[in-house]
């Protein structure tokens, strides 16, 4: 029965072997031809770009929103391909938001995958010559996702400042400015609790070793670094200034510092202090008030934090800028050698005619 069988299947062969042959050869080539456009769709290079660009994905975005995206930028050459692709992947139903670095030569498999596993590139976050929590927000809010009202709203919430060991009057100490990466999609709290890490680390035991040599809190030297950050932006003197200031506390004078009156009303464009500035009333007139004010007055930078911590060692109690406008200043022993020094700036400032 079986060599019955053999026998008819090979005079079927036999009589129908050229067109076994054809059907034989066209599924191959059929075949063949599918893994080309297989292999095509998913490994061939579907990113042909000068140089890197970075696709970035609003929180609660769809798959049509990152199809714009990418379309909009020309971030792909061959769309359908990639659409292709996500639906092979899964990938319109788990999008997931971030900034994303399209490289050159990325195939449309790399690149769904890299979606998929949210495999984000961190952005390089920059902040500094900030005073308030508002231009904080401000310039945040330009490098990552997080808007400025979010970040003001937790900023001020009431809780907030306690839970991270600060008051709301010391809570931008936190802040230290410098350069830092973060996940472009980064949440309040995560920018916060982060921050409070760097602020840590940025006391390391050498900087609280110092601290505790001239008998001040993190958050005291960060005020006074403020105000030697608004009066000079020359760090050779910073230290010098610092020390005038240590003087006045040691000797519970008034720190006179114009900074905070300029602080107090809310108007930095201030450029010569009168007498009916000093009359304002806030905790932070250090004309009225004995003592630092509440806190600081900006957010200091590194180098004036360190100029508090290395404050120069001297008899001075006044400083008053030049009158050659250039950035620095003349210091004082005695209040009659200072009001020389300060008769000769105001004079510069009437010749300039600089009153306000």
Same mark, same amino acid.
């Given at each position: 029965m079986l060599t019955l069988y053999c026998k008819r299947m090979f005079d079927f062969f036999i009589r129908y072997k050229k067109w076994i042959l054809i059907a034989g050869i066209s599924i191959l080539a059929i075949l063949i031809l599918l893994g080309l456009i297989y292999y095509n769709r998913m490994f061939r290079s579907n990113v042909e770009l000068a140089k890197d660009k970075y696709l970035y994905i609003k929180t609660g975005s769809d798959f049509s929103a990152v199809v714009d995206s990418i379309k909009k930028n020309n971030l792909v050459i061959n769309l359908e391909s990639f659409i292709s692709t996500s639906n092979s992947f899964g990938y319109t139903n788990r999008v997931k938001s971030g900034c994303y670095r399209i490289k050159r030569g990325m195939s449309n498999r790399t690149l769904v995958r890299m979606l998929i596993t949210a495999s984000q590139s961190p952005v390089r976050v920059t902040f500094n010559n900030i005073r308030t929590p508002e231009q904080l927000a401000e310039k945040i809010s330009k490098q990552l996702e997080i808007d400025s009202l979010t970040f003001i709203r937790y900023f001020k919430k009431e809780e907030i400042p306690e839970s991270y060991g600060f008051?709301? @009057?010391?809570?931008?100490?936190?802040?230290i400015p410098n350069t830092y990466q973060f996940y472009w999609n980064t949440e309040s709290k995560d920018l916060f609790d982060r921050m409070k890490r760097e602020y840590d680390k940025?006391?390391? @035991?050498?900087?609280?070793? @110092?601290?505790?040599?001239i008998g001040l809190t993190r958050a005291e030297v960060s005020t006074l670094a403020s105000i030697v950050e608004e009066e000079t932006n020359k760090n050779d003197e910073k230290s010098r200034i610092a020390g005038v200031y240590i003087n006045r506390l040691r000797q519970n004078i008034p720190l006179q510092a114009d900074p905070t009156i300029k602080f107090a009303l809310n108007d930095f464009t201030i450029k010569r202090i009168w007498t009916k500035h000093?009359? +304002?009333k806030s905790p932070y007139n250090t004309y009225k008030n004995i003592g630092l004010p509440p806190g600081p007055i900006c957010c200091?930078?590194?180098s004036s934090i360190d100029a508090v911590l290395n404050y120069e060692n001297h008899q001075y109690l006044y400083f008053c800028a030049k009158?050659?406008?250039?950035?620095?200043? +003349?210091?004082? @022993?005695?209040?009659?050698?200072h009001n020389r020094n300060a008769e000769a700036y105001q004079r510069a400032l009437n010749k300039e005619k600089i009153y306000k």
């Amino acid at each position: 029965m079986l060599t019955l069988y053999c026998k008819r299947m090979f005079d079927f062969f036999i009589r129908y072997k050229k067109w076994i042959l054809i059907a034989g050869i066209s599924i191959l080539a059929i075949l063949i031809l599918l893994g080309l456009i297989y292999y095509n769709r998913m490994f061939r290079s579907n990113v042909e770009l000068a140089k890197d660009k970075y696709l970035y994905i609003k929180t609660g975005s769809d798959f049509s929103a990152v199809v714009d995206s990418i379309k909009k930028n020309n971030l792909v050459i061959n769309l359908e391909s990639f659409i292709s692709t996500s639906n092979s992947f899964g990938y319109t139903n788990r999008v997931k938001s971030g900034c994303y670095r399209i490289k050159r030569g990325m195939s449309n498999r790399t690149l769904v995958r890299m979606l998929i596993t949210a495999s984000q590139s961190p952005v390089r976050v920059t902040f500094n010559n900030i005073r308030t929590p508002e231009q904080l927000a401000e310039k945040i809010s330009k490098q990552l996702e997080i808007d400025s009202l979010t970040f003001i709203r937790y900023f001020k919430k009431e809780e907030i400042p306690e839970s991270y060991g600060f008051t709301d @009057k010391t809570l931008i100490s936190m802040f230290i400015p410098n350069t830092y990466q973060f996940y472009w999609n980064t949440e309040s709290k995560d920018l916060f609790d982060r921050m409070k890490r760097e602020y840590d680390k940025f006391w390391n @035991k050498e900087r609280s070793d @110092k601290l505790n040599g001239i008998g001040l809190t993190r958050a005291e030297v960060s005020t006074l670094a403020s105000i030697v950050e608004e009066e000079t932006n020359k760090n050779d003197e910073k230290s010098r200034i610092a020390g005038v200031y240590i003087n006045r506390l040691r000797q519970n004078i008034p720190l006179q510092a114009d900074p905070t009156i300029k602080f107090a009303l809310n108007d930095f464009t201030i450029k010569r202090i009168w007498t009916k500035h000093l009359e +304002v009333k806030s905790p932070y007139n250090t004309y009225k008030n004995i003592g630092l004010p509440p806190g600081p007055i900006c957010c200091p930078s590194i180098s004036s934090i360190d100029a508090v911590l290395n404050y120069e060692n001297h008899q001075y109690l006044y400083f008053c800028a030049k009158d050659d406008f250039l950035g620095y200043h +003349v210091f004082a @022993k005695t209040l009659t050698e200072h009001n020389r020094n300060a008769e000769a700036y105001q004079r510069a400032l009437n010749k300039e005619k600089i009153y306000k």
